[in-house]
C-alpha cells in the first residue's frame, strides 16, 4: 500500500461524529489552520459541533443508521466540501475496517490505523488471537468464529460459570452480559447478538471467564508511519456501570511504578504486533495479582484527556501529526507524568430510576469556568436539545492537581457548581460518588457502582430552613429583576413601602408533601422571615445564576433557577426542587399513573416477551424497548392477565404511549 496515499498533509478535514468529540476536535485542527467540516443529521441541525465548523453538510435522517453510520453519505460530503482527511472520533464508524478502507479508496486519509491493523485489533476476538501468539496474557475464554449456541454453551461450560458474553465488535459495555448459571446463558447471547447487531451492525459473540472483583486498567498508545510506539502511561477506569465508563483517572493509584512499567511494556508489545500506527488503546483487566489482556480500541476514547492533562500532551494533535506523515514529536524517555487527573461523565439520565435517559430541551446550562486545574469537554448548550437518538452523555468533567486527593477535590467542586434544568442529569450522583470514601481509599472494582447504588442514589434530603428562606428570596429576586423593567419602579429596591411594615406569607411544597409556610416582614427596617417560632434577619444580593442570602447574619450563594412556579435551587446542603403555591389557588394535581405500561422515552420495539392473555406475576417482564441504543425491559405492575399488547417488534414508539395492558388478578 502507498504510504503517500495513507499519510500525506492535508488543509481541510470531516469530522465524522457529533456531540463534545466533535467539538473536540474541531478545537485542535481550527488551532493547528485547518478548515474543519461537520456533519449532522436532521434531529442535529442546530447542534454545537455544526455552529462550531467552518462548513456543515446534512447527512440525512435522525436515526443513525441514515445518517452518522452511512459511510457512503459521509464520503459524500468530503467530496462536496473539498475535505481531504476524515477523523472518526469514536463510536459510530471508528472501529470499522470497512470505512477506514472506503476512505483510502476514495482518496482520502483516515485519521487512524489502516483497515488491516483494525481488523487484526478491533475484533475481539482476532486481537486475542494474535495477542495468544505475541505471548500476552489472556483472560481464559473462546474467541473462536464459530457462533452457534451450541459452540458458545460447550465453551462456557468449559471456561466455568460465571463468564462474560460480549460483542466481537465494538465496545462501551454494549452487546455485553454477566451470566452467572448455564440456565441464564441462552437468553443472554439472545439479548447481547439483538444489542450488537443494533450498536454496531455485528452480532458475532465471544466468551471470557468473568473475573470477580476486576479492575480496568488501560494503556494509551500511539504509533506513527515511521516505525515509533509510545505508551503515555496508563489509566484506571474500574468505576463502571453495566460495563460502561463512568469515571476515569490517570495513572492508575492501584500501581506501583514498576507494575506501571511492566502494564505499559505489554501494551507496547501488542500494539506492536500489528505495527500499529494512531491513537490507541490496549484494555487489561486485573484481579488484583495478575493483568489479562482483554481487547483493544484501535481509536481516540472517551477518556484520553486525563492522560493529555498529566503527560501536557494534545493527543488529537498528533493524531492529525501522523495523519499528515509526521513522526511523533517525543521519544519514550521524554514523555513526564505530571500530577494527577480525573474525569466524570456527564450524562442526560436519571440514576434514581435506574438511569433511564433524559431527553428535551435544555433550558439551563451553567457549568463552572475553566480554571484552577478544571476542562469541560462538551457538545451542548443553553438551548439545545438532547434527543433519544444518540448515546445520551453531555459532557465531560476533568480535574488537574499535583495528588489525586486534590484532583477528586477540584473535580467534586466542578460537579457541585453545575446547574443543567431542562433534563435530568447524573449529576448529584457523580458527586456522591467522587465523596464516597471507598472511592476515595481506592478501595473499588467494576462491580462498587451496583453494590453501593442504594447509598449513591439516596433522594435528596427535606428542604431545611436555609432553603426555605432561599426559595422566598428565589422569589423576591425573580419579582425585582421583572420590575426593574420599568422604570423608576419603587419595587427596583427590595422592601420598599410608602409606609410601615407589613407581611407577605409564602407556602412551598416538595412533590406531594405537605406544605411549608414561611412570613417575609418587610417594609420600614430590616426585612425578616418568620419561620415557626424563628425570625430571621433576611437580605438579598443578586449575582449571576442566583444570589447572595444572608440569613442572621450569615452569607452564602444561591444557585436559582425559576420556571412558572417551579424553585430550582442549589444551596451549601445539596439542589433542592420546590414548587410554590399559587397564592391565588386554582392549582390542578397531575395524577399519573404508575400502573400504565407505556413507553418512557422515544425508542424501538426489540422484543416481545409474553403472549396476550397470558397470566404474569408483579415484576415479570413483558417488552423490551430500544432506548438510545440501549434495551429498556418494560414489567407487569402488579400481578394478572395480559389483556393486550399494543405494539409489535420494530415499532418506533413515542414517549408515553401505552403498549399494552394487564388485568389486575384482585389478590
Partial sequence: MDRSKLYRRFRRLLIANRGEIACRVIRTARAMGLRTVAVYSEADRDAMHVALADEAVLLGPARARDSYLDAERLIEAARKTGAEAIHPGYGFLSENAEFAQACFDAGLVFVGPTAAMMTAMGS??????????????????????????????????????????????????????????????????????????????????????????PRHIEVQVIGDSHGNLLSLFERECTLQRRHQKVIEEAPSPTLNAAQRETVCAAARKAAGAVNYVGAGTIEFVSDGKDVFFIEMNTRLQVEHPVTELITGIDLVEWQLRVAFGEALPLKQDEIRLNGHAVEARVYAENPTKNFMPSVGKISTWRLPAETGGLRIDSGYREGDAVSPYYDAMLAKMIAWAPTRDVAIER???????????????????????????????????????????????????????????????????????AAQAEANSPWQTFGWMPVGRRQRNFSFRVGHEPEQTIALNYGSGPSTLVIGERELAFAVVPRDGGFDLTLDGVKSFVAAVIHGHELYLRTRNGRFDLHWVDPFGGEMEEQAGADKIAAPLPGTVVAVLAQQGAKLEKGAPILTLEVMKMEQTLRAPYAGVLKSIKCKVGDIVQEGVELAVVEPSGE
Fill in 411 to 481: 473535580l467534586n467542586r466542578g460537579l457541585e457548581e453545575s446547574d443543567v434544568r431542562g433534563i435530568v442529569t447524573n449529576i448529584p450522583f457523580l458527586s456522591a460518588l467522587m465523596t464516597h470514601p471507598e472511592v476515595r481509599a481506592n478501595a473499588i472494582d467494576t462491580g462498587f457502582i451496583e453494590r453501593e447504588l442504594a447509598v449513591l442514589t439516596q433522594a435528596t434530603p427535606a428542604p431545611g430552613e436555609l432553603e426555605l428562606c432561599a426559595a422566598v428570596a428565589a422569589v423576591i429576586n425573580d419579582e425585582r429583576q
Fill in 124 to 213: 475481539k476476538s482476532g486481537s486475542k488471537a494474535l495477542m495468544e501468539k505475541a505471548g500476552v496474557p489472556l483472560v481464559p475464554g473462546y474467541h473462536g468464529e464459530a457462533q452457534d449456541e451450541a459452540t458458545l454453551a460447550k465453551a462456557a461450560g468449559k471456561v466455568g460459570f460465571p463468564v462474560l458474553v460480549k460483542a466481537s465488535a465494538g465496545g462501551g459495555g454494549r452487546g455485553m452480559r454477566i451470566v452467572r448459571s448455564a440456565d441464564e446463558l441462552a437468553p443472554a447471547i439472545v439479548s447481547a447478538k439483538r444489542e450488537a447487531k443494533a450498536a454496531f451492525g455485528d452480532d458475532r459473540m465471544l466468551i471470557e471467564k468473568y473475573v470477580d472483583h
